[in-house]
């Protein structure tokens, strides 16, 4: 009879498969459109990314988003993607409920059309990938769960494969004993390049997310380098993960008393430096395309010019060592100051390199394909597990694995409170489990002492 080890990993992996399956599967199947969402998107918005207004007369980039504006009544821009050719320039921009739409200029920054940001294929991908569609914290905190769990299962199905001899030749005629040996073999070969997959994809998760970045922030040598300076309050999301929620430097204070104080958001500025200007100051810094103007959102924030390694934005993503965060006067348009991929600290590299990674575009075809052989064999891993249940599976019963009759064993117990001790979410749904086993022992009992 095997330990009481095995068995508590032999019933928890099974219990933690039965329930997560269909996240993962949802995760994976999300995952895999989205590392290809760049090559769906080129051909689904061709007219909008390489296409022309047909219009020969060339305006200023400040008159088309003017004219962006008045066509869409309502949103003002935030930020313009400055992409590298063929591509056009992008306008994002948003109305007063968080509504966001794409405006393409074409050579002549004449406006070519617009997107509702909120239904393009990468943005309806990420979505489902990271919230299901549905949003909200509770389904961010679901998904995230199913990624602790996950890697809960491959280790637990290693530490079953080489306990339990699976890979060992043996004469074996049995169907499921077949299924479970490729079940197991597969598995142990897609486990450290999956879990590789999922810890790079944690700095955007909803709970161990913002641990991961408070500490990249507490432990500036660690993580992000410190500024001291006046707390962002723009659309960051073309700004680099590590320094997204890092505070910009403050415009001069002498130009901002010019016109009174308290403007946010999309109120104009009369005195504000120009686009156009703050490009030709952009131009003499040798600042190479692709890069994200993003609007200062008060009268004493600044211009944010950023290259970024995991933008989300089709044709934007730089390499991750040139990635830069630039900061210049919204009056002056004189540069402040800026936070390079050489300023950062061992953990905010790591995730520099890990995101791109992670979304399939850091040494580009190659990624994809190794993320994609990667996720199509998890998937045949689920399936062949599901299979060697079936073939196991009593007619009318759950057939689970048997549940331990003596008490739980210490080693178990360690390795489980060492996994919810790195992975919280992880350790609180361990908690919940324990407290429905023991309300399911208790009625048992119960029905037994009744009878």
Known sequence: MKNTFYQSFWRTHFYAALFITPLLISLTLSGIGYLFYTDVENQLYDKYFFGESGKTEVQSIDDAVKLAEESYAGYKTNKIIELEEPYNTRLSMKNADGKEKYVFLDDHNQIIGGQDAGYTFGNIIRNIHSSLFIGGTFVNYLVELAACWAIFLMLSGIYMTFKGKLLKKTKQTNKRQKSRKFHALLGTIITIPMLVIIFTGLPWSAFMGKYIYQASQDYPSFGTPLLQQQPPTSDVSEIPWATRQETPPTSDSAHAAHHGGGNTGFV??????????????????????????????????????????????TGLDVSPDDETTMYFDQYSGEFIDKVGYEDYGILAKWFTW??????????????????????????????????????????????????????????????????????????????????????????????????
Not at 268 to 280: G, I, Y
Not at 292 to 299: D, G, L, N, R, V
Not at 404 to 423: A, D, R
């Open 268 to 313: 104009a500025n009369p005195n504000q430096l120009t686009v156009e200007k703050l490009q030709q100051e952009i131009d003499a810094m040798n600042i190479s395309k692709p890069y994200a103007i993003i609007y200062p959102t008060s009268e004493d924030g600044v211009y944010t010019v950023a290259k970024s390694s995991n933008t989300g934005v």
């Open 354 to 451: 890990g995101i791109p990674l992670h979304e399939g575009h850091l040494f580009g075809w190659p990624n994809k394909l190794i993320n994609l052989l990667v996720c199509l064999a998890f998937l045949v891993v689920i399936a062949w597990g599901f299979r060697t249940w079936l073939l196991r599976k009593k007619q009318g019963i759950l057939s689970a694995p048997p549940k331990i009759s003596q008490k739980v064993s210490i080693p178990f117990i360690i390795f489980m409170i060492i996994l919810g001790i790195l992975m919280p979410l992880f350790g609180l749904s361990l908690i919940a489990v324990v407290l429905v086993e023991l309300i399911i022992n208790l009625v048992s009992k119960n029905k037994k002492e009744a009878n």
